[in-house]
């Protein structure tokens, strides 16, 4: 692509300004009240200029910049990491990002990676995050940015496309796919049951491989711990328990959780609050 002038701008009081990266996943580890003080932290101090700039892209990523319009980013091949807010979200073929429009951020590309934007109007789109988020994207979604990719004719804004790209649940946890034979059999099975109590040791014993080469494919193909990575599987389960009103209790033991205590940390940890009052709250966002 051919690199394009860069302008700069001053932004408002309201338009946050990038920190220095603190390390790739932090985003997921951050509980959501942490994270608004951090942001209104780092709004405070925001820089002077920031790159304004539709189109420039280097050869290993995108400088700092700032778009006046929401962009949905996919990378269907290899991974890059977008730095926003002082967070890293990295991306790959199964999670995307959502970018709403006036927000600083930057990039940096894996060589052999295939970067997809959706760039949708504000005026015309109301994009449900109000900062930058991580979505696990769907098989449904992915065939559709991958035929909007195989278009002969360039393809316009679609409120179609912008609806289905929103159609996840907006608090689950991202979620990178493994593309493995041996992790990946385990990824299908336990999206099938995450209530699956085998341990890394057995997954491996009945897949006729060892315990260590099962958790170093996790950690490779998915950048997370297989531990992190079923507990997040677990929790993006529980959400849409929660949402059919089973109990607590419940919910712990069909996703897998040896105790509800156990569940009840765990969903504190990486939401912020206990499931009780996440359900409060996601009732209060529905009625309103």
Request: glycine residues 6%.
């Amino acid at each position: 692509m051919a690199e394009a002038a860069l302008r700069t701008v001053t932004p408002t009081g309201a338009e946050p300004a990038p920190e220095a990266p603190t390390g790739a996943g932090a985003a997921s580890e951050v509980p959501a009240g942490a994270r608004a003080a951090s942001e209104a932290s780092t709004g405070a101090e925001a820089a002077s200029e920031v790159l304004v700039d539709d189109e420039f892209i280097a050869a290993g990523g995108h400088p700092t910049h700032v778009h006046d319009f929401h962009q949905f980013l996919h990378v269907p091949l290899g991974r890059i990491v977008v730095t926003a807010l002082g967070r890293d979200h990295e991306l790959s073929p199964s999670v995307a990002l959502w970018i709403p429009a006036g927000i600083p951020h930057s990039a940096r590309f894996d060589p052999d990676s295939l970067v997809v934007p959706e760039n949708f109007d504000p005026e015309l789109h109301r994009l449900p995050y109000s900062e930058v988020t991580s979505v696990n994207v769907s098989a449904t979604q992915r065939q559709l940015l991958l035929s909007r990719m195989r278009a002969s004719e360039p393809t316009e804004e679609d409120p179609a496309l912008f609806a289905a790209l929103c159609s996840g649940h907006r608090d689950v946890l991202p979620l990178p796919r493994p593309t493995g034979r041996s992790a990946a059999t385990v990824d299908g099975e336990l999206m099938r049951n995450p209530g699956d109590p085998r341990t890394a040791s057995e997954w491996a014993e009945s897949l006729y491989t060892s315990s260590t080469s099962l958790r170093r494919a996790f950690r490779a193909e998915t950048g997370l711990a297989f531990s992190e990575w079923r507990t997040r599987l677990r929790l993006n389960h529980s959400l849409q328990l929660l949402a059919a009103g089973h109990m607590v209790s419940t919910v712990a033991a069909r996703v897998g959780f040896v105790s509800t205590n156990g569940y009840i940390l765990a969903f504190r940890r990486y939401f912020g609050e206990t499931p009780g009052a996440y359900v409060k709250r996601s009732a209060t966002r529905t009625a309103a």
